[in-house]
């Protein structure tokens, strides 16, 4: 008999096995999840990496495929899906893996699978909202104030999670707007747009003078999520 490629969904702490079978598998749906979560999809023999397109996605209910980036592993066993702009509150999304993915020696996908999550607002990566408030504590915020301090994950940029972190103390705003690339960010920016990456945080100023992030892709994001960015610190 032909070994099958099996799949496994990583949820959390929870590893869930798809069975053998011969029609679309539906897992109970998940709610509560964080607006930036992460995807884990783990097979137990490597991939084509080329099959992978259109096969592997996020919809949300009307069907609607959400732009996501994707990763894989070393050993080409463990894809990731990681969204580029925050999911919406109260929407449900599937993510989707399609049977055509094939094995690097042709196997098949035993089926289609499916598996339903929402969303909670301001919910985020509990890694990351840890180093945030740890950030944050340095600032004269107290634990009661850090409990509450609502981060707002924006997206994602060269696997930067970029996200909106209020600030109370304007005496740390910079006088002036900087610039980067031809690029003009708001002063109130700096202190307020954070970025994590593999467990390191940058302010924005950081991320655009010390990194080799795309300085165009992460303007255009804010100016999406903000339209003026101006406005961006205007909470407080």
Same mark, same amino acid.
């Given at each position: 008999?032909?070994?099958?490629?099996?799949?496994?969904?990583?949820? %959390?702490?929870?590893?869930?096995? %798809?069975?053998?079978?011969?029609?679309?598998?539906? %897992?109970?749906?998940?709610?509560?999840?964080?607006?930036?979560?992460?995807?884990?999809?783990?097979?137990?023999?490597?991939?084509?990496?080329? #099959?992978?397109?259109?096969?592997?996605?996020?919809?949300?209910?009307?069907?609607?495929?959400?732009?996501?980036?994707?990763?894989?592993?070393?050993?080409?066993?463990?894809? #990731?899906?990681?969204?580029?702009?925050?999911?919406?509150?109260?929407?449900?999304?599937? !993510?989707?893996? $399609?049977? $055509?993915?094939?094995?690097?020696?042709?196997?098949?996908?035993?089926?289609?699978?499916?598996?339903?999550?929402?969303?909670?607002?301001?919910?985020?990566?509990?890694?990351?909202?840890?180093?945030?408030?740890?950030?944050?504590?340095?600032?004269?915020?107290?634990?009661?104030? !850090?409990?509450? !301090?609502?981060?707002?994950?924006?997206? $994602?940029?060269?696997?930067?999670?970029?996200?909106?972190?209020?600030?109370?103390?304007?005496?740390?705003?910079?006088?002036?707007?900087?610039?980067?690339?031809?690029?003009?960010?708001?002063?109130?920016?700096?202190?307020?747009?954070?970025?994590?990456?593999?467990?390191?945080?940058?302010?924005?100023?950081?991320?655009?003078?010390?990194?080799?992030?795309?300085?165009?892709?992460?303007?255009?994001?804010?100016?999406?999520?903000?339209?003026?960015?101006?406005?961006?610190?205007?909470?407080?």
């Amino acid at each position: 008999m032909s070994k099958i490629l099996k799949i496994l969904v990583l949820a %959390f702490l929870l590893t869930l096995t %798809f069975s053998i079978c011969t029609y679309a598998k539906e %897992f109970q749906q998940q709610i509560n999840i964080e607006t930036d979560k992460s995807w884990h999809i783990k097979f137990n023999i490597a991939v084509d990496i080329k #099959t992978l397109d259109g096969n592997v996605s996020i919809t949300d209910s009307k069907g609607k495929i959400i732009n996501t980036l994707m990763n894989v592993s070393d050993d080409k066993k463990i894809v #990731t899906l990681i969204p580029k702009k925050a999911y919406v509150s109260n929407e449900i999304y599937s !993510l989707n893996v $399609n049977q $055509n993915i094939k094995s690097v020696k042709g196997k098949v996908l035993n089926e289609n699978s499916i598996k339903k999550f929402s969303v909670t607002e301001y919910k985020i990566n509990k890694d990351n909202e840890k180093i945030i408030k740890e950030f944050r504590s340095h600032h004269g915020y107290s634990s009661d104030e !850090l409990e509450k !301090l609502k981060i707002k994950y924006i997206g $994602n940029v060269n696997n930067f999670y970029i996200y909106y972190v209020p600030f109370k103390d304007n005496s740390y705003d910079y006088d002036k707007d900087f610039e980067a690339k031809g690029y003009r960010f708001p002063a109130k920016s700096h202190t307020r747009i954070i970025g994590i990456k593999d467990g390191k945080l940058y302010t924005l100023g950081n991320i655009i003078y010390e990194t080799s992030i795309s300085v165009k892709d992460l303007y255009n994001l804010l100016l999406d999520e903000y339209k003026d960015l101006t406005k961006i610190g205007q909470e407080n």
